[in-house]
């Protein structure tokens, strides 16, 4: 698998760049806070406007503003975990986790993805009353059962007490292990990312 | 006492939710219109669309009437292009006084349909795309349930508004009984006969009960919408 990346974004007093061609499956951007990693994986989905932005995997183009090539959000299919979760308040957790279900072609059925995230039984629990924990798995099954083509986390550990970060490594290395899924990840803390990724990028 | 209604009362009645709910045809979807463009819209004389949406608030209903009736009249610009191309005539009818009731309530509807869009996350309607969801499906699947409890707001207000609609409509709609002559038209007809104060109470009464019920079905299906939401 090789993954090849670039982006270029540059708003008035804020410039990020980063390039990388690898062919490690599991990427992570380090960082310090404001170094511009979240902006990265933005530009990469599609939320913001970017001077130049290319993402490739397996030789398939997501996205090369180069050559054109700059389909909305919705058509790159990039499973977006992002940080402070958003959850839809007014769904429960099944119709969460399957919101994606109905715009891609072979989605994961929602059974499946509560299973990899070791929620079986929370499919009719709404967002408000799960633990920061549970949300966060909520998140990652969300994103999954979209099928996408690639996984953004935007700081998967980050504001979890250590118990709870403890509690979550174990899915976040299923997640690696068991999708296949190339993932792009986020952090600002090296500890964190030390035992998942396979190659670290430092961004700023 | 509603089976005691006079044909009066219960004229009165029906044309009063004709013409409510009428106006709220308009109001409605304009209102989600205007209001969505206010809370996101970003475009050049966004003040003075605001100023206009929000102008029968502040100017005196009978004015609005007026100008109602000089536009919409049967030799008003817009009036007589109606009634030429339609054969359709606003002034002194019902409809009349729908428009009346719609131009009124407007900025009621459009308020809290603007505050309830304004307090959505974007972020998850971001969200919603990168799970797949093309901008249409975003607005119907995340924008408009969570701005749910603010379209009912917009709906109560615009409603309660329009039901209770008098100067505006009696000056551009007059007070035609069965036609016309709404609950409030018709409370201020019946104090205008010797001893007809009787008929404007029991009027009155049917008024606030319409109302009542209008508050109780706008608090039910609030409650409705939100479950689980806010739930601990």
């Not at chain 2, 669309?49 to 102008?55: C, D, F, K, R, S």
């Not at chain 2, 049967?74 to 109606?82: F, T």
């Not at chain 2, 508004?161 to 038209?185: C, D, N, W």
Request: charged share 15%; aromatic share 6%.
């Amino acid at each position: 698998m090789t993954i090849e990346f670039k982006l270029r974004v540059s708003r008035n007093d804020f410039e990020v760049e980063v390039a990388c061609a690898t062919d490690a499956r599991v990427i992570a951007l380090e960082g310090a806070s404001g170094a511009g990693k979240t902006t990265i994986l933005q530009g990469l989905a599609g939320l913001i406007p970017v001077a130049e932005a290319r993402l490739v995997i397996d030789g398939r183009v997501v996205v090369d503003t180069a050559a054109g090539v700059s389909p909305p959000a919705h058509q790159r299919g990039i499973g977006f975990v992002f940080q402070d979760l958003r959850l839809f308040p007014h769904l429960t957790v099944a119709a969460n986790i399957g919101f994606g279900a109905r715009f891609v072609k072979s989605p994961i059925s929602v059974d499946a993805a509560l299973d990899l995230v070791d929620l079986n039984g929370f499919g009719t629990r709404w967002p408000r009353s799960l633990s920061g924990g549970e949300a966060r798995r909520v998140a990652i099954a969300r994103a999954l059962c979209a099928n996408p083509r690639i996984l953004f986390l935007d700081e998967p550990l980050t504001g979890l007490d250590p118990a709870r970060r403890d509690a979550l490594t174990p899915y976040l290395r299923r997640l690696r292990d068991e999708t296949h899924l190339p993932i792009l990840l986020v952090s600002h803390d090296p500890r964190d990312m030390a035992d998942l990724a396979d190659v670290r990028i430092e961004v700023g | 006492m509603f089976a005691s209604l006079s044909a009066f009362e219960s004229e009165a009645l029906r044309l009063s939710l004709l013409v409510s709910l009428a106006s709220l045809t308009l109001t409605v979807p304009a209102g989600m219109a205007v209001g969505y463009l206010l809370a996101r819209g970003r475009f050049p004389g966004k003040w003075m669309l605001e100023a206009v949406v929000n102008l029968p608030l502040v100017l005196p209903p009978v004015v609005t009437g007026l100008v109602l009736l000089l536009v919409f009249g049967v030799n008003g610009p817009v009036g007589s292009v109606l009634r030429d191309t339609f054969g359709l005539t606003l002034a002194f009818s019902w409809m009349g006084a729908a428009l009346a009731a719609a131009v009124m309530a407007f900025p009621l509807v459009v308020r809290p349909i603007r505050l309830a869009i304004e307090s959505i996350d974007q972020g998850l309607e971001q969200a919603a795309s990168t799970l797949g969801a093309p901008p249409w499906s975003v607005f119907a699947h995340i924008t408009l349930p969570l701005a749910l409890p603010g379209l009912i707001a917009g709906v109560l207000l615009g409603f309660a508004r329009a039901f209770g609609e008098f100067g505006a409509t009696v000056t551009f709609a007059g007070s035609i009984p069965g036609e016309t002559q709404t609950l409030p038209v018709a409370i201020y007809t019946s104090l205008q006969r010797a001893q007809g104060e009787p008929a404007a109470v029991r009027l009155a009464i049917l008024s606030i009960v319409v109302s009542i019920l209008a508050l109780v079905a706008s608090e039910w299906l609030n409650r409705h919408v939100t479950r689980g939401r806010s739930a601990g």
